[in-house]
Antibody, heavy 120, light 111 residues
Framework: QVQLVESGGGLVKPGGSLRLSCAASGFTFSDYYMSWIRQAPGKGLEWLSYMSSSGNTMYYADSVKGRFTISRDNAKNSLYLQMNSLRAEDTAVYYC?????????????WGQGTLVTVSS | QSVLTQPPSVSGAPGQRVTISCTGSSSNIGAGYGVHWYEQLPGTAPKLLIYGNSNRPSGVPDRFSGSKSGTSASLAITGLQAEDEADYYCQSYDSSLSGWVFGGGTKLTVL
């Protein structure tokens, strides 16, 4: 069965960095676009970034452009999110997601999420 | 302010029918991009409910249905059950933002 397991969350000071990882299993990872989506406490969902199956194409939301970098290692079935210059407003649960396509991309599987807290 | 607009809350009694609207614009829903819906139970990750406007993944009861018209979409839930109490989100693609967009979410309360 499809499994997405995030790791790397935790407490970090403003201006600091963190690298999230997502270990994928149960499907051919290299066949799928993958995304990172976050949810601030008590708030809605915010798409952050997606990367094509080959890793050649990636897009970012304006809120993280220039600070966050998505990457993947298809040999290790893993997706990553490097987060730099973190701010208090980046505090959220970060979800790794597998993308699917039907009249547009959507998420068919979500990880359980990892909490990132940015605070001094 | 979300690009896709949903009502903050809806409610209904067990067995009733409720609908949740998702209003966009000519750069997202109105441009022909698909609308997808997710259910998020308290304390859990979202789960896919409807994809491509009106398609249900296997395992999703046919009490859930989706539709789209113009710049709006709707999620309908019939035969409301206590376990349907959750947050519901719509999602599409926006060409002016070159990215995915979510609605602000709707909290469904089963009375």
């Amino acid at each position: 069965q499809v499994q997405l397991v995030e790791s790397g969350g935790g407490l970090v000071k403003p201006g600091g960095s963190l690298r999230l990882s997502c270990a994928a299993s149960g499907f051919t990872f290299s066949d799928y676009y993958m995304s990172w989506i976050r949810q601030a406490p008590g708030k809605g969902l915010e798409w952050l970034s997606y990367m094509s199956s080959s890793g050649n194409t990636m897009y970012y939301a304006d809120s993280v452009k220039g600070r966050f970098t998505i990457s993947r290692d298809n040999a290790k079935n893993s997706l990553y999110l490097q987060m730099n210059s973190l701010r208090a407003e980046d505090t959220a649960v970060y979800y790794c997601a597998r993308d699917q396509y039907s009249s547009g991309y959507y998420v068919d599987y979500w990880g359980q999420g990892t909490l990132v807290t940015v605070s001094s | 302010q979300s690009v896709l607009t949903q009502p903050p809350s809806v409610s209904g009694a067990p067995g009733q029918r409720v609908t949740i609207s998702c209003t966009g614009s000519s750069s997202n829903i109105g441009a022909g991009y698909g609308v997808h819906w997710y259910e998020q139970l308290p304390g859990t990750a979202p789960k896919l409910l409807i994809y491509g406007n009106s398609n249900r993944p296997s395992g999703v009861p046919d009490r859930f249905s989706g539709s789209k018209s113009g710049t709006s979409a709707s999620l309908a839930i019939t035969g409301l059950q206590a376990e349907d109490e959750a947050d519901y989100y719509c999602q599409s693609y926006d060409s002016s933002l070159s990215g995915w967009v979510f609605g602000g979410g709707t909290k469904l309360t089963v009375l």
